[in-house]
């Protein structure tokens, strides 16, 4: 919807993905000025096309559109980003058929790296729905303690510096420095920020970091290509389901 550059970027690197694993995309590129009642009539249409079994509405939204509205509009079967209140709730007891790409992405990092959480100390900095919240809760659910640091928080340095694996969700330029990261911890980016200069970077200061930790992510090419993978991974799951496939 609308012009939002990041979102170009994401939605086509999608649908490269798409096109790279051998399923077929459809992008609806409405202008900003698309009314909420029309968006939502694409929706129930996409929901009633047995050929479509995944649906992703890119956010944000242009002003004046309802997210949520839109979100929950989406049929929960086909529901890839995970977005939706009933699958949300369904990861909360761990009872899920989708996990949200962004954190499921780096919880399959960190077991790829062989990185146990069970016991660990980590922090996540961001509470958003896409990312914060959904975060905390998969590595609860490897039972790490977990807690969320946001705006409000007093001493984010302190708690920052006390994680063993810190994940960084705030969409600010290197606002993670190196006085905020433990020695020998492991440093997740999620952000996707441009610096001073225009350069594509994240919420850690990169370069400051990078040797005080014993793993860190990159941006671009860290958690980004995760998040599309799992994307992939949920659209395959839902053609399973909605075609009773195991
Ligand atoms: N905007 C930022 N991240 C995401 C995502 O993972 N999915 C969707 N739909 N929109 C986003």
Not at 26 to 33: Q, T
Not at 63 to 90: C, M, T, W, Y
Request: glycine residues 8%; hydrophobic residues 40%; charged residues 25%.
């Amino acid at each position: 919807m609308g012009d939002d550059p990041a979102s170009r970027v994401y939605v086509n690197n999608k649908k490269k993905a798409c096109e790279f694993v051998g399923f077929k995309s459809e992008e609806f590129a409405l202008p900003a000025d698309t009314t909420q009642d029309e968006l939502l009539k694409l929706v129930d249409e996409l929901n009633n096309r047995k050929d479509i079994n995944g649906i992703l509405c890119q956010l944000p939204l242009p002003k004046g559109l309802d997210e949520n509205a839109v979100i929950e509009a989406i049929s929960p079967i086909k529901d890839v980003d995970a977005f939706h209140k009933q699958n949300v709730g369904r990861i909360m007891i761990g009872d899920y058929d989708f996990l949200p790409c962004t954190p499921a992405g780096i919880m399959e990092m960190l077991h790829d790296y062989k990185i146990n959480v069970d016991g660990k100390n980590c922090v996540v900095i961001g509470r958003s729905n896409i990312v914060g919240k959904p975060m905390a809760m998969l590595l609860l659910h490897e039972n790490a303690t977990v807690t969320i640091c946001h705006s409000h928080t007093k001493n984010l340095k302190e708690i920052a510096s006390g994680a063993d694996v810190l994940v960084a969700a705030v969409g600010k330029a290197k606002f993670v420095t190196e006085d905020m990261v433990k020695e020998n911890a492991v440093v997740i980016d999620v952000g996707m920020n441009r610096d001073e200069k225009g350069k594509l970077c994240g919420d850690v200061d990169f370069e400051n970091v990078k040797d005080k930790c014993s793993f860190i992510t990159p941006v671009p090419g860290g958690v980004g290509p995760m998040t599309i993978a799992t994307l992939m991974k949920n659209t395959l799951k839902a053609a399973k389901l909605q075609n009773g496939i195991d």
